[in-house]
């Protein structure tokens, strides 16, 4: 090695180590087999220990002798991919750990990069804050009142994974603008949330909020219910007419959940409404002129609909100026400790309660894969709360299914963790490949060659499910 090389190598050493050791989260990192490389300076705070004890060291012999508990290394090297949970150490610390393997052309483990953020100080801050709330009792009347003003989206909208949170950002720019918004994604994911939080922050959020289930109202309600009607216009109706939901919206929102659902033969009314801003009641001749912004909703995928006939082309591009894909929740795994934790919050409250999670119960939640997403999670978090025999929730409180959630992973290749469609199976068993190909080929021309599709479909696939 020439001295230019030399010296430029140890330059680049040398700004590694600075960038490492001046890191307020942990890094820690281990060969394939568990042997500890490099531990910087604040994972020597976690342990009480110098790196120089720890680095040469088997993790798993580390854990046993109580450095950290539970280790997340066998976890990861089993499945391969990004894993995190809640561990505690032997300094009295809880942190978050994240375990990010590094495999090579053949897909074995060559690293695996761990990075922990301290936990304690953010719960001792929270609890400082709870007391202090109560030392101010006289006017807490106030002061809940100010909350619920300042930061009542902040409080219905949890997003502190990458991908929510360039959804939260896409929301504060569209909510400025009046286009048609097409929010999609399965069941649960909180599109609901998203579609009234972009109302209230919007120039109309002092206006109507009209929200209407499609699927829900019987298919021959549903136009007088949208659009009205004039008086005398069928057997049982009001004397005096009725307004429609359209006209009820007037200077505000629709938002139309379910859009999927919407008939055929009310599709072409619903298009002449968006692009003239007009409608017209049922047995009336007059046009109304409305000022209502449409927001729809779907965990239909409407471009397979428009292929198969059952959904109008042209509505479909109309609806979709402005797509919003919201990820299921196994995709965003960062979300869901702040989410239960928000949810226990919220429940505990509401029935007078104190109950936590162990560190157990909490870590199998973090990694069980949520297949009714957030409405899923927090149906649970309130089950948990109102049944619980103790403050804190152990495992064997857990439903069953999530206590054996990873218990026969070796079994089957494709876990089903419920009965649907097989379309809808199809479709998600689709995403989840083409999302993990991707994340570790990052390459069209590569997933295509690990799926046996051709890049051009492997292209398309990506664009579909890869969100950036």
Known sequence: MEASELTLYKALNH???????TCFDEIFVTDGNGKVLRVNPAGEVFYGMKANEIVGKNTEDLARKGLFSPSLFPIVKERKERVSMIQRTRTGHTIHCIGNPSLDSEGNIEFIIFTSRDLTEIRQLRDKIERTEHLLESFQEELEELRRFQNKDQEEFISFSPNMRKIVKMVEKIAKVDSTVLVTGKSGVGKGVIVSLIHKKSNRSKQPFIQVNCGAIPEPLIESELFGYEPGTFTGANKDGKKGLFEEADGGTLFLDEIGEMPLNLQVKLLKALQENVIQRLGGSKPIHIDTRIIAATNKNLESMVEEGAFREDLYYRL????????????????????????????????????????????????????????????????LVVTADKNEIQMIDLPQKIINS???????????????????????????LIIKAYKKYKSSYKVGEALGINQSTAFRKIQKYIKD
């Open 406 to 432: 990873r218990n026969d992973c070796s079994q089957y290749l494709v876990q089903i963790n419920d009965i649907c469609p097989l379309k809808q199976a199809q479709e998600e068993l689709e995403e989840q």
């Open 15 to 21: 700004e590694l180590e600075t960038i490492i050791n």
């Open 320 to 383: 979709n100026v402005i797509p919003i894909y919201i990820p299921p929740l196994r995709t965003r795994q960062e979300d869901i400790s702040y989410l239960m934790d928000y949810f226990l919050d919220k429940f505990n409250k509401k029935y007078g309660s104190s109950t936590y999670l162990s560190f157990e119960a909490e870590n199998q939640l973090i990694n069980y894969s949520w297949p009714g997403n957030v409405r899923e999670l927090e149906n649970l978090m309130e089950r």
